[in-house]
């Protein structure tokens, strides 16, 4: 029972991130896709691959200009989608709130973005 409760508790997590209604986004592609575009519109890029799965920040868009730091990763977990559910879920934890609770989301911006 607490299984089930804790996965409702997460993907309320991604709901109030998107916002939207609650819905089984560790079950459906299709809705777990929507927190990965949200995600990489914050300046942030999601690689999955196989089972695993991170979220890292980058600037530059050719290969001599690409710096990375990943912020959160999932290794070696029984499916993809529970990969990407499960970085998404940690991604979002990190998201500050403000005083009365709620998400204070901003996108990454790399010093070298900074125009002074």
Same mark, same amino acid.
């Given at each position: ?15 109030? &991130? ?13 809705? %777990? ?8 519109? %914050?300046?942030?890029? @999601?690689?999955?691959? &196989? ?12 290969? +001599?200009?690409?710096?990375? $730091? @990943?912020?959160?990763? $999932? ?8 990969? @990407? ?5 940690? &991604? ?8 009365? +609770? @709620?998400?204070?989301?901003?996108? &990454? ?8």
């Amino acid at each position: 029972m607490s299984k089930i409760i804790n996965i409702r508790k997460k993907n309320e997590l991604i709901a109030e &991130f998107l916002n939207l209604p609650i819905l089984p986004y560790n079950r459906r592609w299709d809705y %777990l896709m929507l927190a990965v575009e949200k995600i990489e519109q %914050l300046n942030y890029r @999601v690689t999955i691959n &196989f089972n695993n799965c991170y979220i890292e920040t980058y600037t530059g868009n050719l290969p +001599g200009q690409l710096e990375e $730091e @990943v912020i959160v990763e $999932e290794n070696m977990c029984n499916s993809k989608i529970f990969a @990407v559910w499960k970085t998404i879920i940690d &991604f979002i934890e990190l998201i500050p709130r403000d005083k009365y +609770g @709620v998400l204070k989301i901003r996108p &990454f911006i790399h010093e070298s973005q900074i125009i002074t």
